[in-house]
């Protein structure tokens, strides 16, 4: 089914959108829709702006971080040995009672 057969298409109007990277996005929306302030780069993944000048800048990604790293955010070092010593010493009489530990 072709255009001539839908009926006419809306009015269009063109945006370029500039991403950190020096890409350039040409994107059609109509004369009535709101036209986002930043776009996708469909090259880069980065966002894009339609100010050529001053794109947007990536953005920061944060390293990944271990289970232990989460742990010793919420722990001091003394805090981590008492729990330690306390578990320890829980599973050392359960062992001395005869328990199975497993």
Same mark, same amino acid.
């Given at each position: 089914?072709?255009?001539?057969?839908?009926?006419?298409?809306?009015?269009?109007?063109?945006?370029?959108?500039?991403?950190?990277?020096?890409?350039?996005?040409?994107?059609?929306?109509?004369?009535?829709?709101?036209?986002?302030?930043?776009?996708?780069?469909?090259?880069?993944?980065?966002?894009?702006?339609?100010? /050529? =000048?001053?794109?947007?800048?990536?953005?920061?990604? +944060?390293?990944?971080? &271990?289970?232990?790293?989460?742990? *010793?955010?919420?722990? /001091? =070092?003394?805090?981590?040995?008492?729990?330690?010593? +306390?578990?320890?010493? &829980?599973?050392?009489?359960?062992? *001395?009672?005869?328990?199975?530990?497993?």
């Amino acid at each position: 089914m072709g255009e001539a057969e839908r009926g006419e298409a809306a009015p269009r109007q063109n945006i370029t959108y500039f991403c950190s990277h020096e890409h350039r996005t040409l994107i059609a929306f109509a004369i009535e829709a709101v036209v986002p302030e930043s776009w996708d780069c469909p090259r880069c993944g980065l966002p894009a702006s339609m100010d /050529s =000048d001053n794109p947007p800048p990536a953005p920061k990604i +944060e390293p990944y971080k &271990t289970h232990l790293a989460y742990v *010793k955010e919420r722990r /001091s =070092d003394a805090e981590a040995k008492d729990i330690l010593n +306390e578990a320890l010493s &829980t599973l050392r009489q359960r062992r *001395k009672s005869g328990d199975l530990i497993f």
